[in-house]
């Protein structure tokens, strides 16, 4: 069954950094091209994409531009997110996506919180 874990979420003071990561299990994620990303979902708002690697290519949504950076470990089957001079309005619940290029299937870990303090 594949499966994405996160991991890294916590409590820190604005200004911090956070490393989060996501560990892919199953054979599907070596077969075909898979777009990843990182989601988050703020308290009372809609899941929203912070930063994803398509085909290859980085795109960041602009609050997160310059702070945030996705990068992909093939060797071990992971994706970080490590997130700099974060603010409060970075808080929420982070969720790593994987999207296959070829059959157009997704899936979704269960999500880390991460919350910022002032």
């Known amino acids: 069954q594949p499966q994405l874990v996160e991991s890294g979420g916590g409590l820190v003071q604005a200004g911090g950094s956070l490393r989060l990561s996501c560990a892919a299990s199953?054979?599907?994620?070596?077969?075909?091209?898979?777009?990843w990303g990182w989601f988050r979902q703020a308290p009372g708002k809609q899941r929203e994409p912070v930063v994803r690697?398509?085909?290859?290519?980085?795109h960041n949504t602009d609050s997160v531009k310059d702070r945030f950076t996705i990068s992909r470990d093939n060797a071990k089957n992971t994706v970080y997110l490590q997130m700099n001079s974060l603010t409060p309005e970075d808080t929420g619940v982070y969720y790593c996506?994987?999207?296959?290029?070829?059959?157009?299937?997704?899936?979704w870990g269960q999500g880390t919180q991460v919350t910022v303090s002032s």
């Open positions: 199953g054979t599907i994620f070596s077969i075909g091209a898979w777009d």
């Open positions: 996506n994987a999207h296959s290029l070829d059959t157009g299937s997704a899936y």
């Open positions: 690697l398509i085909v290859g290519e980085t």
